[in-house]
């Protein structure tokens, strides 16, 4: 069976961090490109980063300097390091595995922000 589970998420105060976990079962990791996205209450799911198999990455705007996607094949484990967290960056983050043919989604993981 193919499945992603998040981990790592909670509440924090503003300037706090996190590290984000996802492990995937049942896919050739290294073929995946990995992702993480996020949706906030009453807006649209957003693309945060995502990171290639072979290390290429790219992030939304409004976490750059502040976030670090990283992957390691040999856990089939991808990470999202969250830091200098903002009460904007409240949302449900959800992990992502892509590639010809299959789309795959974590059930989530609850980050909220706030003093």
């Known amino acids: 069976q193919v499945q992603l589970v998040e981990s790592g998420g909670g509440l924090v105060q503003p300037g706090g961090s996190l590290r984000l976990s996802c492990a995937a079962s049942g896919i050739s990791f290294s073929d995946y490109v990995m992702g993480w996205y996020r949706q906030a209450p009453g807006k649209q799911r957003e693309l945060v980063a995502y990171i290639t198999g072979g290390g290429r990455t790219n992030y939304l705007d409004s976490v750059k300097g502040r976030f670090t996607i990283s992957r390691d094949n040999a856990k089939n484990t991808v990470y999202l390091q969250v830091n200098s967290l903002k009460p904007e960056d409240t949302a449900v983050y959800y992990c992502?595995?892509?590639?010809?043919?299959?789309?795959?989604w974590g059930q989530g993981t609850q980050v909220t922000v706030t003093s």
């Open positions: 992502n595995a892509r590639r010809y043919g299959d789309n795959v």
